[in-house]
């Protein structure tokens, strides 16, 4: 049985606590994991919107996610 990615996502932001968008990327594909920018996009709102973790900008093209405890 496989995981919705989903899931996936939000395991690899718990056990960091706090990532940018492109240490998230490159922890996905190590795991074997290749995602797009929007679909990674869709996934962080959608656990933004479950209220599991916040979102917010760091740079112009960097972001910073948080895990909400």
């Known amino acids: ?9 939000y395991e ?5 606590n706090t ?3 492109s240490e998230l990327s ?3 594909s190590k795991e074997g994991i290749e995602l797009d920018l ?8 959608d656990l933004e919107i479950y ?6 900008w760091i740079s112009k093209d960097k ?3 948080e895990l909400i405890k």
């Open 26 to 28: 490159s922890v996905l």
């Open 63 to 65: 972001r910073r996610i």
């Open 51 to 56: 209220g599991l973790l916040k979102v917010s």
């Open 12 to 16: 690899k932001i718990k056990q960091s």
């Open 1 to 9: 049985m496989r995981y919705p990615i989903r899931n996936i996502v």
């Open 38 to 45: 929007p679909e990674i996009n869709k996934i962080l709102l």
């Open 19 to 21: 990532l940018t968008d």
